[in-house]
């Protein structure tokens, strides 16, 4: 149960050295923007760095060519455009509000996928048998600025549990971190479920609610028997012991 994470951070490269050092040098579980910068800045982590790439720009000019679509914004006007945005009025609905708001219902499967986004999360079992995880994550491409996803929430993106196990998560973090995902699955295996029926459990409860979700958990208990589950796409995760000469990719079926 110890915790640091940090979120909306900028300038700084290492996102999960930061998070580490929120845990060791503060009392605090969580620190966001340019403060949770100059936190780990402070800290001894390198910067300010100028984080963007030749590809990051080449992406974002062609999406602020193509009108700034896709994007994550809903029933706002004008629609297929880059702003300023306006909220649409609901106690008042025109026809050409209306017909903007069609326009602009898309479904998140264009948002997030395979390629919209970085997510690495890795749990750890080390000698003694205590286990920790951690989440890092550029976020979703073309987010609202601001925007805070799943990574940085305890419970919904990784969690662990010395005596129980841990669990770890990837996709659409705005509907995942609104289900814990990760600390439903860890729960679920301290009241005996194995891990396979945990992950597939957490994920049922998501799509029982958001059927055209894209995701997926790993569970992994005490004893390192682990499994995933996923919905929206075919997810592989990789798996290393001191048994093992090397590591292996396990396939998920959604």
């Known amino acids: 149960m110890e915790v640091g994470a940090v979120a909306a951070m900028r300038y700084v490269k290492d996102g999960i050295k930061a998070a580490r050092l929120v845990m060791q040098h503060s009392e605090h579980t969580l620190l966001v923007g340019e403060k949770a910068s100059e ?28 009108s700034c679509q896709p994007n994550f ?20 609905l025109s026809d050409e509000a209306c017909s903007i708001t069609d326009q602009n219902q898309k479904p998140r499967l264009l948002h997030v996928g ?33 925007r805070v ?25 705005d509907i995942m971190m609104r289900f814990l ?11 005996g479920m194995e891990p396979k029926l945990a992950a597939k459990d957490a994920i049922a409860r998501i799509t029982k609610k958001f059927p055209n979700f894209i995701g997926a958990v790993v569970a992994l208990n005490k004893k390192g ?30």
């Open 39 to 66: 936190f780990a800045i402070s800290m001894g982590l390198p910067g300010p760095t100028n984080l963007s790439s030749s590809e990051s720009i080449e992406k974002w000019t062609k999406w602020k060519q193509s």
């Open 73 to 92: 914004r809903k029933n706002v006007f004008p629609a297929n455009s880059c702003g300023p945005y306006h909220p649409i009025n609901y106690l008042d």
């Open 114 to 146: 395979l390629h919209s986004h970085d997510t690495i999360s890795m749990a750890v079992i080390d000698r003694m048998g205590h286990i920790a995880v951690g989440t890092s994550t550029n976020g979703a491409t073309f987010k609202i600025p601001g």
């Open 149 to 173: 996803g799943d990574g940085p929430i305890v419970g919904s993106s990784a969690y662990a549990v010395d005596e129980v196990g841990a669990c770890c998560a990837t996709g659409d973090g």
């Open 181 to 191: 995902p990760c600390y439903q699955v860890v729960e679920s295996m301290r009241l």
């Open 225 to 254: 028997e682990h499994a995933g589950a996923c919905h929206g796409w075919t997810f592989k995760y990789s798996v290393r012991s001191p048994a093992m000469k090397d590591v292996e990719v396990f396939t998920v079926l959604p």
